[in-house]
Each structure stands twice: as C-alpha cells, then as structure tokens.
C-alpha cells in the first residue's frame, strides 16, 4: 500500500496525510487526555501497594486508550461516531454537546486540524515510501508531547523512550531514505540527553533549582536518533529562543507569575519538527549569514 501511495503525486499525497490526519488528530485528543490519568492511577496504586495501604478506590469498568467511549465531562452523555467527525463535527455543533448544552472546547478541533496540517506538510516535503510515513509517525507523537506537556509538565517515558528506539531502528533499516547514518544517529542520541543533563546540573548547582524535567533530556536523545547530531545545535537554538520569548511574552502581556515553571517539551518539540523539514536548509542559511560558508 505504502509503495502505491509513493507513485501518487504530491499534492495528492498531502490530501490524503489531511485527512488521515484528522483521524489521528481525533485520536490524540484521547491520549493527551487519557493517558496521564492512566498513569496517576497506576502510580498511586504502587504507592499503596508499596505502603500496604488499603487500594484506592476507581470507578470501575476498564479504563485506557481504547475503552470507555468518549462522554461529555458535563452530563457524561456518550459522544455518539456522527458527533465525532474530526473539526466538522464540532463546528455543527457550535461547540455545544447535544445533551446538556455543555461548552466543548475548540482545543479538540485544534488539535485535529492542527495534525491533519502537519501531516500534509510532511507527506507533501518528505520521499517515500519511507521517510514520509516515518516522519508522519514522528510528527503525531511530538504533538501529543506537546499537549501533554502542556496540561501536565509531564513527558511520558512511555512515549519519549520509544520514540529513541524507533529512530535508531529506522535509521538502520532504511537505507538510502534513513535520515542520517546509524553512528550519526546513536551519537546524536548520546549528545542529545548528555546536552540537556549538562544543563540541568549545571542550573542546579548555580541555584539550587531544577530547570528542566528529565523528560526534556529523553525527548532530545529522541530528536538526535532520528535527525543525527548535526541538527542538536538547530533544535536547541530554535527550541531556547522561542521559548524565551513565549516565556517574556506571557508574563509581560498576561501577568504570569515568573516563578511558575513553562514547560520546555513543546518548544523541543516544535523545533525538531521544523528541523525534520527544513534543518538542513536552514543550518546552511545560518553558516551563510555567520560567513562560515
């Protein structure tokens, strides 16, 4: 199937990646939700478990990233497959569950269209029949980080250690379509964790805080299995300058407390993505303006 896809054109490629997309899109919405609540659940039963406590207590039924259907969190209606359209669904609607009247939050469709976009881009720029579909699984988990990030502070191991796994593997396996060579992979995921780990000790022992999460570390060994060492310094430069002015812009326009931590995940995220795409062009840019070149 990957192979009649790679012969089709371009642009119907990126049609295709749309809506596919806004499938995954919607699927996402269910683990950025879902799975730090399965996590919670799982941590507090070590917890008693460990303490010999008596098990808490959770509703019951089977709860992860397939079961139970989707509810409104207002009335606990289940959200019926005809109400699930990626976007067009919520724009019917108005926002509004049908049940209740409930507001539902045009996150959802955001993210739904915000992945179909992405995938598109990535189908459209990168070759098949392997690097695309590769990136485009790359692409969809670096979004559900950044959500998740984002609600929790959090950079699931469950997701950020496969994600190292399944760069080296694909840059073993595949070829002449492989992203960079398997050292140029492996030293990229040493550089990337050890980077950050300097960093985060480094800020530890200036100030006796915690800069960053050790997700953050986990994360960009992921970026540097997948894209090599070379593109390390691109990622931490566009990660740090966004996120820098993210930062300075929410506390002088929306009065967010300084001290509140802002995760960092998202913007390593976003910046390894745009280096997926256009991280070599971009260094050649930048070696070009700094004369290097």
Known sequence: MVDTLAALPPLALAGIALAFGLLVGSFLNVVIYRLPLMMRREWRSQCTAEMELPAPELPEGRFDLVAPRSRCPGCGRTVRAV???PVLSWLILRGR????GGRISPRYPAVELLTGLMFAATAFLLPWPLAAPAAIGLTGTLIALT???????LLPDSMTL?????????????GDQAFVSLEDAVVGAIAGYLSLWSVYWLFKLATGKEGMGYGDFKLLAALGAWLGWQMLPLIILLSAVVGAAVGIAMILFLGRDRQVPIP?????AAAGWIALLWGPQLADAWLGYAGLK
Not at 162 to 174: D, I, R, T
Not at 264 to 268: K, N, R
């Open 83 to 85: 109400e699930n359209i």
């Open 97 to 100: 569950c049908t049940g209740c």
């Open 147 to 153: 959500f998740i990030d984002f609600d929790e502070q």
């Open 162 to 174: 496969p994600l190292l796994w399944a760069g080296l593997a694909f840059n073993l396996l595949a």
């Open 264 to 268: 960092f995940g998202p913007y390593l």
